[in-house]
Protein backbone atom coordinates (compact mmCIF):
# COMPACT_ATOMS: atom_id res chain seq x y z
CA UNK A 1 0.00 0.00 0.00
CA UNK A 2 1.39 3.49 -0.89
CA UNK A 3 1.21 6.48 1.85
CA UNK A 4 1.77 9.81 0.86
CA UNK A 5 3.08 11.89 3.88
CA UNK A 6 3.03 15.55 3.69
CA UNK A 7 3.79 16.67 7.42
CA UNK A 8 6.16 15.71 10.17
CA UNK A 9 5.57 12.14 8.74
CA UNK A 10 8.30 13.08 6.45
CA UNK A 11 10.62 13.18 9.05
CA UNK A 12 13.30 10.88 9.48
CA UNK A 13 12.09 8.07 12.01
CA UNK A 14 8.56 9.07 12.14
CA UNK A 15 7.49 5.99 9.85
CA UNK A 16 10.90 3.45 10.51
CA UNK A 17 9.41 0.37 9.53
CA UNK A 18 8.01 2.02 5.81
CA UNK A 19 10.24 2.69 2.95
CA UNK A 20 10.44 5.52 1.60
CA UNK A 21 10.02 5.56 -1.95
CA UNK A 22 10.68 9.05 -3.13
CA UNK A 23 9.34 12.47 -3.69
CA UNK A 24 5.46 12.59 -5.01
CA UNK A 25 2.54 15.28 -5.33
CA UNK A 26 -1.18 15.37 -5.76
CA UNK A 27 -3.42 18.12 -7.30
CA UNK A 28 -6.16 20.13 -6.23
CA UNK A 29 -5.15 20.13 -2.76
CA UNK A 30 -3.70 22.40 -0.17
CA UNK A 31 -1.56 22.86 3.00
CA UNK A 32 -4.07 24.28 5.63
CA UNK A 33 -3.06 24.41 9.65
CA UNK A 34 -6.69 22.86 10.97
CA UNK A 35 -6.10 21.45 13.78
CA UNK A 36 -4.75 21.73 17.33
CA UNK A 37 -2.55 19.35 18.24
CA UNK A 38 -2.56 18.41 22.20
CA UNK A 39 0.79 16.80 21.32
CA UNK A 40 2.38 20.05 19.94
CA UNK A 41 0.33 22.39 21.49
CA UNK A 42 -0.14 24.21 18.26
CA UNK A 43 -1.39 23.57 15.06
CA UNK A 44 -0.62 20.79 12.56
CA UNK A 45 -0.91 20.13 9.12
CA UNK A 46 -3.79 18.43 6.97
CA UNK A 47 -4.88 18.17 3.21
CA UNK A 48 -7.54 20.39 1.56
CA UNK A 49 -9.72 20.87 -0.99
CA UNK A 50 -8.37 23.17 -3.43
CA UNK A 51 -8.87 23.04 -7.05
CA UNK A 52 -5.67 24.59 -9.25
CA UNK A 53 -3.54 23.45 -6.48
CA UNK A 54 -0.69 21.03 -5.60
CA UNK A 55 0.86 19.96 -2.53
CA UNK A 56 4.52 17.60 -2.74
CA UNK A 57 5.16 15.10 0.03
CA UNK A 58 6.69 11.74 0.66
CA UNK A 59 5.37 8.38 -0.44
CA UNK A 60 6.40 5.14 1.18
CA UNK A 61 5.17 1.42 0.94
CA UNK A 62 3.25 0.15 3.39
CA UNK A 63 2.75 -3.07 5.05
CA UNK A 64 -0.51 -4.33 7.65
CA UNK A 65 1.15 -3.54 9.95
CA UNK A 66 2.85 -0.05 9.15
CA UNK A 67 -0.65 0.82 8.73
CA UNK A 68 -2.23 -0.05 11.85
CA UNK A 69 0.56 1.70 13.78
CA UNK A 70 0.00 4.81 11.53
CA UNK A 71 -3.09 4.39 12.16
CA UNK A 72 -2.95 4.87 15.78
CA UNK A 73 -0.44 7.16 15.22
CA UNK A 74 -2.72 9.63 13.29
CA UNK A 75 -5.76 9.04 15.56
CA UNK A 76 -7.78 7.27 12.98
CA UNK A 77 -11.49 8.04 13.14
CA UNK A 78 -11.47 10.40 15.63
CA UNK A 79 -8.55 13.22 14.92
CA UNK A 80 -7.85 12.23 10.87
CA UNK A 81 -9.04 9.99 8.50
CA UNK A 82 -7.61 8.10 5.75
CA UNK A 83 -8.85 9.41 2.35
CA UNK A 84 -7.21 7.96 -1.78
CA UNK A 85 -5.76 10.61 -3.53
CA UNK A 86 -4.62 10.51 -6.58
CA UNK A 87 -1.14 11.00 -7.32
CA UNK A 88 0.48 12.85 -10.28
CA UNK A 89 1.91 10.07 -11.71
CA UNK A 90 -1.25 8.75 -12.04
CA UNK A 91 -1.38 5.71 -8.89
CA UNK A 92 -3.19 5.60 -5.76
CA UNK A 93 -1.83 6.84 -2.49
CA UNK A 94 -3.84 6.81 1.04
CA UNK A 95 -3.40 10.15 3.03
CA UNK A 96 -4.82 11.24 6.28
CA UNK A 97 -7.22 14.54 6.69
CA UNK A 98 -8.34 16.08 9.57
CA UNK A 99 -11.61 15.34 10.64
CA UNK A 100 -13.25 18.21 12.38
CA UNK A 101 -11.26 21.48 10.75
CA UNK A 102 -10.95 23.87 12.97
CA UNK A 103 -12.66 27.43 11.51
CA UNK A 104 -9.53 29.27 11.66
CA UNK A 105 -5.51 28.11 11.06
CA UNK A 106 -3.61 27.62 13.63
CA UNK A 107 -0.46 28.73 14.05
CA UNK A 108 2.24 25.22 14.33
CA UNK A 109 5.08 25.37 16.72
CA UNK A 110 8.35 26.56 15.87
CA UNK A 111 10.00 22.68 17.04
CA UNK A 112 7.15 21.28 14.30
CA UNK A 113 7.58 23.72 11.82
CA UNK A 114 11.57 22.65 12.00
CA UNK A 115 10.33 18.59 11.84
CA UNK A 116 8.44 19.19 8.76
CA UNK A 117 11.34 21.17 7.12
CA UNK A 118 13.44 18.81 8.01
CA UNK A 119 11.70 15.79 6.29
CA UNK A 120 11.14 17.79 3.60
CA UNK A 121 14.28 18.10 2.72
CA UNK A 122 15.27 14.34 4.05
CA UNK A 123 12.65 13.03 1.68
CA UNK A 124 13.75 15.35 -1.12
CA UNK A 125 11.37 17.63 -2.00
CA UNK A 126 11.95 20.49 -4.73
CA UNK A 127 13.67 23.25 -2.88
CA UNK A 128 10.79 25.73 -4.35
CA UNK A 129 8.78 23.51 -2.34
CA UNK A 130 11.14 23.62 1.00
CA UNK A 131 11.53 27.20 -0.08
CA UNK A 132 7.46 27.93 0.02
CA UNK A 133 7.10 25.80 3.50
CA UNK A 134 9.64 27.87 5.42
CA UNK A 135 8.01 30.84 4.36
CA UNK A 136 4.31 29.49 5.40
CA UNK A 137 5.37 27.68 8.66
CA UNK A 138 7.36 30.75 9.77
CA UNK A 139 4.55 32.96 9.22
CA UNK A 140 2.82 33.53 12.79
CA UNK A 141 -0.90 34.32 11.77
CA UNK A 142 -1.61 32.28 9.05
CA UNK A 143 -5.16 33.49 8.23
CA UNK A 144 -8.13 31.27 7.64
CA UNK A 145 -9.04 28.07 6.25
CA UNK A 146 -12.26 27.53 4.31
CA UNK A 147 -12.72 24.09 4.54
Not at 7 to 18: I, K, L, W
Not at 109 to 129: I, K
Request: with cysteine; aromatic share 8%.
Amino acid sequence: MLYFAYGSNMARGAMPEARLMGPARIHGYRLALTRRSIRWQAGVLDIVAAPGESVWGALFELDDDDLARLDAKEGAGFAYRRIEVDLEDGRRAIAYEVIDKEPVEVPPAPEYSALVLAGARECGLPDDWVSELERWLAVPDVGTTEA
